[in-house]
């Protein structure tokens, strides 16, 4: 990825909406480079400023400061009709006026290619999204996964270098979002363009993603794998918002020991002075049961899941813990246990 | 899967429809008699006289001494105008009230309030004192006038009554009924299609073309008959701004029913003018269904 040029540089972007006292700085110097044909996930909760960042890409935002490239040449001062991008829009914005053939060959007209190319290029993208047999139909007429793929085929017919897309599943139901998901990686491969996507399904950013920035707070707080930032997360933040994870309060007390709030000192890689007030954290599938563990606790609830058990269970303290168990051997609701937090597998935050 | 007994629906749609009958079907059916009967010399209709079509063919014929019919233009020429004025005040409506709608539609929620209370002020005030108000501002003395003087150089400027004074009034009297339509249908209108348009590689041009336009027809649609038919039989501004001079149908008609006392002849315009307006609605119907059927 080194040797490809980057497909879009984003350089120190900032951008405030409001003037004078009201502005609210949404996107607070962000730079970030997405390389070619990357699957790239802008992820963070709403308001978090990725949307913002996605439309600056388009082109309906303009900057405050900082610059914009796709594959090397400056596109922030192009209106969005000038820039080689497209955007699948979270409402898929298809034209209620006209049929799903016309819908996908809007672009292809707007470029004045012949008749005849149009009607071949629109009917290539509208087979590519297995959505031909419903050429001649109105939106309206169609289901919501149907539309969503009506506007991804519009959006993919221009060929473009960069395909943007705004929380693209998220007015889906959760099986057709699933199969959505499937197809879309798949078209990515196939269409050989880079995607840049935003959600604030942590899910769905881990499923599909080559690389994930994590936003907060109009910043970037973590840019990495999915694996990487679910393994190894460098925020609490981060770290709370990626799957589930149990976030223990304490106070360093030794070199590579913390005494958490609930009583239970335990050994935790952290490089803290002795005294500083730390969060450990630990995914529920990375602790487990263990007679004379550091950590004792009692089982408060369990669910069972099938392939494994959520073990819900309370600290000394009250603190809540979650642990994911095998389904052997569980011990009884109100049983009294130990729990073993293997030092690999916490990470320590400042507080 | 409704109760309701053919004897209830007639009791509870009666009324409407009887006051409809009475109202409207009764004059109607008296003025299209009326049109069909003779001059009176006292009142305006002589009852007794036998019914025939002389006074539509006195629409485009002359009867002259010797009885032979001659072509007589005059009164298809009011009717020309008439026309030609309603379509030329629809068509520059349209052009004005469009962007004042989608500039409306793009303000935040006071401000639109706010337009919309600007535009409704006119109504205010009667049309008639309305009418005067610009006979003071386009006569030769005028503000308006000496400014065109001033700055045309191909001799004086006649700003009232013609065509063009009767034109403004008109364009004037109507572009509330044409913006608030509009404005209406934009009200509702979603901008992210516009940033789709945009997205797609349409400049401003073909996106107000291809997506703003056509998504604003039923709008427009709405906008063009409210302010063509009321045109159609306008008889105040031509009377006004006009002087007498330009007439339209709506002229001719009060004239047949006051000064002329011709009441047949002016219920026969009535009846041309009504048979137009029908023609106009129902073409705009063809033309809806078979977009509907397009889709």
Same mark, same amino acid.
């Given at each position: 990825?080194?040797?490809?040029?980057?497909?879009?540089?984003?350089?120190?972007?900032?951008?405030?909406?409001?003037?004078?006292?009201?502005?609210?700085?949404?996107?607070?110097?962000?730079?970030?480079?997405?390389?070619?044909?990357?699957?790239?996930?802008?992820?963070?909760?709403?308001?978090?400023?990725?949307?913002?960042?996605?439309?600056?890409?388009?082109?309906?935002?303009?900057?405050?400061?900082?610059?914009?490239?796709?594959?090397?040449?400056?596109?922030?001062?192009?209106?969005?009709?000038?820039?080689?991008?497209?955007?699948?829009?979270?409402?898929?914005?298809?034209?209620?006026?006209?049929?799903?053939?016309?819908?996908?060959?809007?672009?292809?007209?707007?470029?004045?290619?012949?008749?005849?190319?149009?009607?071949?290029?629109?009917?290539?993208?509208?087979?590519?999204?297995?959505?031909?047999?419903?050429?001649?139909?109105?939106?309206?007429?169609?289901?919501?996964?149907?539309?969503?793929?009506?506007?991804?085929?519009?959006?993919?017919?221009?060929?473009?270098?960069?395909?943007?897309?705004?929380?693209?599943?998220?007015?889906?139901?959760?099986?057709?979002?699933?199969?959505?998901?499937?197809?879309?990686?798949?078209?990515?491969?196939?269409?050989?363009?880079?995607?840049?996507?935003?959600?604030?399904?942590?899910?769905?950013?881990?499923?599909?993603?080559?690389?994930?920035?994590?936003?907060?707070?109009?910043?970037?707080?973590?840019?990495?794998?999915?694996?990487?930032?679910?393994?190894?997360?460098?925020?609490?933040?981060?770290?709370?918002?990626?799957?589930?994870?149990?976030?223990?309060?304490?106070?360093?007390?030794?070199?590579?020991?913390?005494?958490?709030?609930?009583?239970?000192?335990?050994?935790?890689?952290?490089?803290?002075?002795?005294?500083?007030?730390?969060?450990? %954290?630990?995914?529920?599938? *990375? @602790?487990?049961? &263990?007679?004379?563990?550091?950590?004792? $606790?009692? !089982? =408060?609830?369990?669910?069972?899941?099938?392939?494994?058990?959520?073990?819900?269970?309370?600290?000394?303290?009250? %603190?809540?813990?979650?642990? *994911? @168990?095998?389904? &052997?051997?569980?011990?009884?609701?109100? $049983?009294? !246990? =130990?729990?073993?937090?293997?030092?690999?597998?916490?990470?320590?935050?400042?507080? | 899967?409704?109760?309701?007994?053919?004897?209830?629906?007639?009791?509870?749609?009666?009324?409407?429809?009887?006051?409809?009958?009475?109202?409207?079907?009764?004059?109607?059916?008296?003025?299209?008699?009326?049109?069909?009967?003779?001059?009176?010399?006292?009142?305006?209709?002589?009852?007794?006289?036998?019914?025939?079509?002389?006074?539509?063919?006195?629409?485009?014929?002359?009867?002259?001494?010797?009885?032979?019919?001659?072509?007589?233009?005059?009164?298809?020429?009011?009717?020309?105008?008439?026309?030609?004025?309603?379509?030329?005040?629809?068509?520059?409506?349209?052009?004005?009230?469009?962007?004042?709608?989608?500039?409306?539609?793009?303000?935040?929620?006071?401000?639109?309030?706010?337009?919309?209370?600007?535009?409704?002020?006119?109504?205010?005030?009667?049309?008639?004192?309305?009418?005067?108000?610009?006979?003071?501002?386009?006569?030769?003395?005028?503000?308006?006038?000496?400014?065109?003087?001033?700055?045309?150089?191909?001799?004086?400027?006649?700003?009232?009554?013609?065509?063009?004074?009767?034109?403004?009034?008109?364009?004037?009297?109507?572009?509330?009924?044409?913006?608030?339509?509009?404005?209406?249908?934009?009200?509702?209108?979603?901008?992210?299609?516009?940033?789709?348009?945009?997205?797609?590689?349409?400049?401003?041009?073909?996106?107000?073309?291809?997506?703003?336009?056509?998504?604003?027809?039923?709008?427009?649609?709405?906008?063009?008959?409210?302010?063509?038919?009321?045109?159609?039989?306008?008889?105040?501004?031509?009377?006004?701004?006009?002087?007498?001079?330009?007439?339209?149908?709506?002229?001719?008609?009060?004239?047949?029913?006051?000064?002329?006392?011709?009441?047949?002849?002016?219920?026969?315009?009535?009846?041309?003018?009504?048979?137009?307006?029908?023609?106009?609605?129902?073409?705009?119907?063809?033309?809806?269904?078979?977009?509907?059927?397009?889709?």
């Amino acid at each position: 990825m080194t040797t490809t040029p980057s497909a879009i540089t984003v350089q120190s972007v900032s951008k405030s909406f409001g003037r004078g006292d009201a502005a609210v700085r949404v996107l607070q110097d962000v730079s970030v480079e997405i390389g070619a044909r990357e699957f790239f996930t802008l992820l963070g909760p709403s308001g978090c400023g990725k949307t913002t960042l996605l439309r600056l890409i388009a082109g309906f935002e303009d900057l405050d400061s900082g610059a914009i490239l796709i594959e090397g040449a400056r596109i922030d001062h192009l209106a969005p009709f000038q820039r080689p991008v497209n955007t699948v829009f979270q409402s898929y914005a298809l034209f209620p006026h006209l049929t799903v053939a016309q819908n996908v060959a809007f672009a292809l007209e707007m470029q004045n290619l012949s008749a005849a190319e149009v009607r071949r290029r629109a009917g290539e993208a509208l087979e590519m999204v297995r959505m031909g047999a419903f050429a001649s139909r109105k939106p309206s007429e169609l289901s919501g996964g149907q539309q969503q793929r009506v506007a991804l085929a519009r959006a993919l017919a221009p060929r473009p270098k960069v395909l943007l897309l705004d929380e693209p599943l998220s007015a889906l139901d959760l099986k057709l979002r699933k199969e959505m998901q499937i197809e879309l990686k798949q078209l990515q491969t196939e269409a050989g363009i880079t995607f840049v996507f935003v959600t604030h399904d942590q899910e769905e950013a881990l499923t599909l993603s080559d690389r994930i920035a994590v936003m907060q707070g109009g910043r970037i707080l973590q840019l990495d794998t999915p694996r990487a930032i679910y393994e190894r997360p460098a925020h609490r933040f981060v770290a709370d918002f990626i799957g589930e994870i149990n976030l223990l309060d304490g106070q360093v007390s030794g070199p590579g020991k913390v005494r958490l709030d609930c009583g239970a000192e335990i050994a935790a890689p952290a490089d803290q002075a002795a005294g500083a007030r730390v969060t450990v %954290a630990i995914r529920p599938e *990375r @602790a487990s049961l &263990a007679q004379g563990g550091a950590l004792p $606790a009692e !089982v =408060t609830h369990a669910a069972y899941l099938g392939t494994a058990t959520i073990l819900q269970l309370r600290l000394a303290n009250g %603190a809540p813990f979650l642990l *994911r @168990a095998a389904t &052997a051997n569980l011990p009884e609701i109100g $049983a009294h !246990v =130990t729990l073993s937090l293997p030092p690999e597998a916490l990470q320590v935050f400042a507080a | 899967m409704s109760a309701t007994s053919p004897f209830r629906r007639a009791g509870l749609v009666g009324p409407a429809l009887l006051v409809v009958l009475i109202l409207v079907g009764v004059p109607l059916g008296i003025m299209a008699w009326v049109s069909l009967l003779g001059r009176g010399s006292t009142i305006g209709v002589d009852w007794q006289s036998a019914p025939s079509f002389a006074n539509y063919t006195k629409l485009i014929w002359e009867e002259d001494f010797d009885g032979t019919l001659l072509f007589n233009p005059t009164y298809l020429s009011i009717l020309w105008r008439s026309v030609w004025q309603a379509a030329a005040t629809t068509v520059i409506c349209v052009t004005l009230g469009l962007p004042v709608a989608l500039w409306m539609s793009s303000l935040t929620r006071g401000a639109r309030d706010v337009a919309i209370l600007l535009i409704t002020i006119p109504f205010w005030t009667n049309l008639l004192v309305r009418n005067y108000a610009w006979l003071i501002i386009l006569r030769e003395d005028g503000v308006v006038s000496q400014t065109a003087n001033a700055i045309w150089p191909f001799g004086p400027v006649q700003l009232l009554y013609n065509d063009t004074a009767i034109l403004i009034g008109l364009v004037y009297s109507f572009l509330p009924f044409m913006i608030l339509p509009i404005y209406a249908g934009f009200e509702k209108f979603d901008w992210r299609l516009l940033e789709a348009a945009y997205d797609l590689g349409a400049n401003r041009r073909r996106a107000l073309m291809r997506v703003i336009i056509p998504l604003a027809m039923p709008g427009i649609i709405a906008g063009a008959m409210l302010v063509f038919i009321p045109s159609l039989g306008s008889f105040v501004t031509a009377a006004i701004l006009g002087g007498g001079k330009s007439m339209m149908m709506g002229n001719l008609i009060q004239l047949q029913f006051g000064q002329s006392r011709n009441w047949p002849f002016g219920a026969t315009i009535s009846v041309v003018l009504l048979a137009l307006m029908m023609l106009v609605l129902m073409g705009i119907a063809i033309w809806k269904n078979r977009q509907e059927a397009k889709r």
